[in-house]
């Protein structure tokens, strides 16, 4: 729900104590430059193929924004500027977990650009793992890119004229972290949850008014089925219909039997119900992670790893999407 009110217009701001956490992780990257007796990908190395090729400090900032350039490859129509605000924060809330390596201002810009309403185009079609859909944003904060402003494109540092920003020069790791992850992905569900939730008792209604239209056989919400087959979504949207009609089963053993649609109706929207609470712990449990690469711990210690792979939300919003169908055909 917080997810959807930022798409739908809500400003989000930054923590105190996630501005701590943030510092304390960059601190940590500052120590690894400083040092200058380590390799950690993406802060003094290449990306990709070229991870074991040295980058000098001087060089450093140029390589976090040629990462950008390089990136912004993606493709196809740009997303909604609703879900381009719901994808900001997603990333933004992120990189407050503090193990991402970069500095509290860069998640104050993005909240500035939700706040101002300058909404970098984000393409719906790019790579793995959304880096591309993603390098935009980062192009934006640059003075590079291109954005909407009172909705109309603008480019280069018009947005952030209209936002009242600088460019930024992004530090050693921080265009990394802002283009990995899964935020596209966990923004899109995220949102697609918080809808759903209302139309999940929407449809309910409408099978009730269904049932006490054309229905004849109540049996089929009757309570004792559901202690016999315990599944939580199946029982409660049983006990909406039977809270909207006169459905009660009676105590004999006469009965009829009504159509598939009228009968099924707990099984096919009560799975909605259990699938959507299976996709909202996904979900919640992704907000409040880290899902960039490498990351940077308080201590020093650096992990190569693979945190951004969306394969734990994409499965669960696959699963979702099929049962949403069934409901509405």
């Keep these: 729900e917080d997810v959807r009110a930022v798409a739908d217009g809500e400003s989000i701001r930054l923590a105190d104590d996630a501005r701590t956490r943030m510092q304390q992780s960059r601190d940590a990257v500052t120590d690894i430059i400083e040092r200058d007796d380590s390799s950690v990908y993406g802060v003094n190395t290449g990306f990709g193929g070229l991870k074991d090729i040295s980058v000098g400090r001087e060089e450093m900032e140029q390589h976090q924004q040629n990462l950008l350039r390089s990136h912004h490859t993606a493709t196809g129509q740009p997303v909604s500027p609703r879900l381009t605000r719901a994808i900001i924060a997603v990333r933004a809330n992120a990189l407050t977990v503090g193990v991402s390596g970069v500095r509290p201002t860069l998640v104050d810009r993005l909240c500035t650009l939700l706040d101002e309403d300058v909404l970098p185009i984000i393409p719906s079609q790019g790579s793995g793992d959304t880096a591309c859909e993603l390098a935009n944003v980062g192009l934006v904060l640059a003075g590079e890119g291109e954005a909407l402003v009172d909705g109309e494109p603008r480019f280069g540092t018009d947005p952030l004229d209209a936002a009242g920003l600088d460019p930024l020069r992004f530090g050693p790791k921080e265009s990394i972290a802002l283009v990995s992850g899964t935020a596209v992905t966990t923004a899109r569900t995220a949102v697609a949850i918080a809808d759903l ?41 049983a ?20 159509p598939l649609s009228i009968r099924c109706l707990p099984q096919v929207n009560g799975a909605l119900r259990e699938h959507l609470a299976m996709a909202t712990e996904a979900v919640e449990t992704e907000l409040a992670s880290v899902t960039d690469n490498p990351l940077v711990f308080p201590d020093g210690t650096a992990r190569s790893c693979g945190t951004f792979n969306a394969q734990y939300v994409a499965g669960v919003a696959d699963l979702l999407a099929l049962t949403t169908r069934k409901v509405g055909a």
Aim: net charge negative.
């Design 239 to 258: 006990g909406r219909v039977r809270a909207l009609t006169s459905a009660t089963p009676s105590t004999g053993a006469d009965m009829t039997q009504d």
């Design 197 to 237: 939730r209302s139309l999940v008792n929407a449809v309910d209604v409408a099978g009730a008014w269904t049932f006490e239209l054309v229905g004849q056989e109540p049996g089929a919400f009757d309570d004792r089925l559901f202690d016999v087959r315990p599944v939580a979504g199946h029982a409660t949207t």
